[in-house]
């Protein structure tokens, strides 16, 4: 994430060891990222088409520094008026080695030049780090390039509570794989930023009218679940669950910091500015 970004995350947890984290954290990801950085900043009314503007100047910075730490800008077509920056990394290591990388004297005036001038656009702003849990995830990792739009969903579970979801999470799934074996979303644990028992999950789609087939599948995979599946849900939906919520961005180009080989896939949509 730039770095006026990731500097505004909360503490960082201890940095882990890994001679591959700096080949893992390059480039957009191909598989499911183990770490993400993600930054919310919520625009001002009205602000909306200047602050996306200011905002290309970070990936024109990370661009001429030749920054191997990519990221994709989600800007909210539902819930309130903010964008998401996610960064894909291999650890917590690399998430550190992005952060040097940022305070080299040839690219730090410039990124502290756009924090200064992003602050007039904004009503707030805060960070997140989570964790992978592919035993909670399901389907094909998506082709990046070709992602147009996401949807989130943010579970809170109650304190102490963590192998409910997991058992209902793997119910889902498992009635998932028999009723709608096209479906695909990745999970993550929210391990700083965000209240105790948060979690994050990513699905996504190449159009908007493909979001009619992913409610079908949601439908189909209910109505497929075995009673011993559903007693699961249903106990974890009430026992377990304190909220959940969904919210859907759409990805914009102008904002992000991807790499050639990601623009070459569809270079008129990657060539958008705002």
């Known amino acids: 994430m730039p770095m006026r970004k990731s ?13 591959a984290a700096t080949a893992l954290a390059q480039g957009v990801p191909t598989t499911q990222p183990k770490f993400v950085h993600i930054f919310r900043e919520q625009v001002k009314p009205g602000r909306a088409a200047e602050h996306a503007k200011w905002e290309a100047g970070w990936p024109a910075a990370f661009e001429k520094a030749k920054s191997p730490y990519n990221y994709i800008a989600l800007q909210s077509i539902t819930g309130p008026p903010e964008v998401w920056y996610v960064s894909p990394l291999a650890s917590h290591a690399a998430y550190g080695e992005m952060v040097a990388a940022e305070n080299d004297p040839a690219l730090a005036p410039e990124l ?10 904004l009503s707030e702003q805060s960070a997140l780090q989570a964790v992978a849990m592919p035993e909670l995830s399901h389907g094909t990792f998506p082709d990046i390039a070709k992602v ?25 799934k498992a009635a998932t794989a028999r009723s709608a074996p096209g479906a ?4 993550y644990d929210v391990v700083a930023g965000a209240p105790g028992g948060t979690y994050l999950v990513f699905s996504s789609v190449g159009s908007f009218a493909e979001f009619d087939k992913m409610m079908a599948d ?24 304190i909220s959940v919520g969904t ?10 910091y991807v790499n050639a080989e990601t623009k070459a896939k569809d270079p008129v949509f990657w060539a958008k500015k705002p």
């Open 218 to 241: 949601g439908e189909a995979t209910m109505r497929g679940a075995t009673s011993e599946e559903m007693g699961v849900l249903g106990k974890f939906m009430k026992e377990s669950l």
């Open 112 to 121: 502290d030049r756009l924090a200064k001038g992003d602050a007039e656009f």
């Open 247 to 256: 919210n859907r961005y759409r990805v914009d180009p102008g904002q992000s």
């Open 148 to 172: 147009r739009y996401y949807e989130i969903t943010t579970f809170r579970v109650r304190p102490g509570h963590q192998d409910a979801w997991i058992a209902a999470t793997k119910a889902y």
């Open 7 to 19: 500097s505004l995350a909360v503490t960082l947890l201890a940095l882990g060891a890994g001679s």
């Open 184 to 187: 695909s979303w990745r999970t």
